[in-house]
Nanobody, 123 residues
Framework: VQLQASGGGLVQAGGSLRLSCAASGRAFSSYAVGWFRQGPGKDREFVAV????????AYADSVKGRSTISRDDEKETVYLDMSTLRPEDTAVYFCAATRRTIRSRSGNDYDFWGQGTQVTVSS
């Protein structure tokens, strides 16, 4: 599976963004897809994951209530809608895919990664 993340940009605090992760390859619907981010000088951290249907998504506490992850298997795309953005959300956001686990928060459990998209939130 090849992944392409997009949708990042510069946004003011309190604003919203939709990130997209477009996949190419077979059996996309059988993959769990996660979003991770890495801020300046920080380690990579889990943001959200959406398993293959019909399992429920999971979110990091830092984005819970402000973000929604969704998937369109016909379009082979996963979305991350983020609102009420904060300067601390500034990071490069990566999407990743795995069939090994349903809802892992560890990047080590993901086998395929996109190239990342930059999100910058100004105060």
């Amino acid at each position: 599976v090849q992944l392409q993340a997009s949708g990042g940009g510069l946004v003011q605090a309190g604003g919203s963004l939709r990130l997209s992760c477009a996949a190419s390859g077979r059996a996309f619907s059988s993959y769990a897809v996660g979003w991770f981010r890495q801020g300046p000088g920080k380690d990579r951290e889990f943001v959200a994951v959406i398993p293959w249907s019909p399992n429920r998504a999971a979110y990091a506490d830092s984005v819970k209530g402000r973000s929604t992850i969704s998937r369109d298997d016909e379009k082979e795309t996963v979305y991350l809608d983020m609102s009420t953005l904060r300067p601390e959300d500034t990071a490069v956001y990566f999407c990743a895919a795995t069939r090994r686990t349903i809802r892992s928060r560890s990047g080590n459990d993901y086998d395929f990664w996109g190239q990342g998209t930059q999100v910058t939130v100004s105060s």
